[in-house]
């Protein structure tokens, strides 16, 4: 199935016809991934890599006029999928917390966005005071929340819980789910349509990425075991990402909140630590990991130590990650 067959299927609705008219003949998309003011549009002609024009970064006035992931943009086309940015569609609904240190400042995490799943372990990680803080971040951004109790499976006072996460739900809906035993994920087939936008929150190791992969049924997301000692989870996803998922719509899953990292090669290096260690036992030193003897990466995933869709995310980020430095390195050799 092509999923990029028209507007629809990446959330365009009515609210966008309306506005669209006045940035003709520009065409749309939307913005599923961000880097240091680089972009990954979905188009309804496919994804393009779109940068500012000079005009957008001239009147930028504040971080939050800088399209965000979620964001409709106006967009003119380069050469071979490359695209211009030339504004930000008004958004209906965003997400934003305060960014780190005392600045106060509003750091925008994702826009658009329809439902907004507040995600919360059925363990430690259950804590209906940052609960209450979510449910206000929640109604701040003008998306519907929805709390979702994950790991049910570890939990054996689960009415209980529930019960006391309803009492300060105020009418938001509260579904206890466990992804590894695959329960109550059906009930959340009312919130995802096509052409709906979801976002996923919550503290790292909540079971975000795990409940995403279960329901678009394949391990698109990098999950993280949790440490054993305190049950907290180590930071898996770095950064944020729309995805299209068939008759489900829009998912975006966003890094555990304590630790809201930006995505650069260092948080890449360090949610690849297996690729990365194992990499350096390649026999050659400059192993591309294809048809090289004695390679080490093929040689996990022929045993079964490494999946090779880990490898190919991994090679995607990577490649994204070197065009863009290569296009700063550029720039910078210019000024
Ligand atoms: N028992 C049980 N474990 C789960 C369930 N869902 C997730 N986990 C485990 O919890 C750990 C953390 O899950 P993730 O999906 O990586 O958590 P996350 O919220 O995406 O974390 P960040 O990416 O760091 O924000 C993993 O080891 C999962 O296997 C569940 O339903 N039951
Ligand atoms: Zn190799």
């Known amino acids: 199935m092509n999923l990029f067959n028209g507007k629809q299927h990446l ?26 003011h680089l972009y990954r549009v979905m188009t309804a002609h496919g994804e393009v890599l779109a940068s500012l024009s000079g005009k957008f970064r001239f009147e930028v006035y ?53 439902n907004l799943f507040i995600v919360m372990a059925l363990n430690h990680d259950f804590n209906l005071r940052r609960l209450e803080r979510y449910l206000v971040m929640a109604w701040e951004s003008g998306a519907n929340p929805v709390i979702l109790l994950t790991k049910s499976d570890l939990c054996s006072k689960l009415n209980e819980l529930v019960s006391s996460a309803e009492s300060i739900a105020f009418g938001v809906p509260v ?44 391990e698109r997301q990098q999950t993280g075991e949790v440490r054993a000692d305190d049950s907290r989870g180590r930071h898996t996803t770095t950064y944020r990402e729309l995805i299209a998922v068939p008759k489900k719509g829009l998912l975006i899953d966003t ?14 290096q360090h949610s690849f630590e297996d690729i990365e260690s194992l990499a350096s036992a390649c026999y050659f030193r400059d192993c591309g990991h294809q048809n090289e003897p004695k390679c080490a990466i ?7 130590n490494l999946t ?8 995607k980020l990577q490649r994204e990650l070197a065009y863009i430095e290569k296009k700063e390195r550029k720039k910078a050799n210019k000024k």
């Open 62 to 114: 504040s971080e939050e006029d800088y399209p965000a992931v979620g964001d409709w943009v106006a967009l003119s086309m380069r050469e071979e999928m490359k695209a211009t940015i030339h504004h930000v569609l008004p958004r209906f609904s965003k997400l934003s917390r305060k960014a780190a240190g005392t600045s106060g400042r509003e750091q925008l995490i994702a826009s658009n966005i329809n």
């Open 255 to 268: 890094p555990g909140m304590r630790e809201l990292q930006l995505w650069d090669s260092e948080s890449l």
């Open 11 to 36: 959330g365009w609705n009515d609210y966008f016809e309306e506005i669209s008219v006045s940035y003709q003949p520009l065409i749309f998309g939307r913005i599923s991934l961000e880097h240091k």
């Open 175 to 218: 579904h206890p789910v466990s992804a590894l035993e695959r329960s109550g994920i059906e009930q959340l087939s009312t919130y995802l349509k096509e052409g709906s936008t979801s976002a996923f929150v919550g503290s790292s190791g909540a079971g975000k990425s795990t409940l995403i992969n279960a329901l678009i049924g394949t």
């Open 298 to 304: 093929n040689q996990a995933i022929e045993e079964g």
């Open 308 to 315: 090779a869709s880990r490898l190919q995310s991994y090679r």
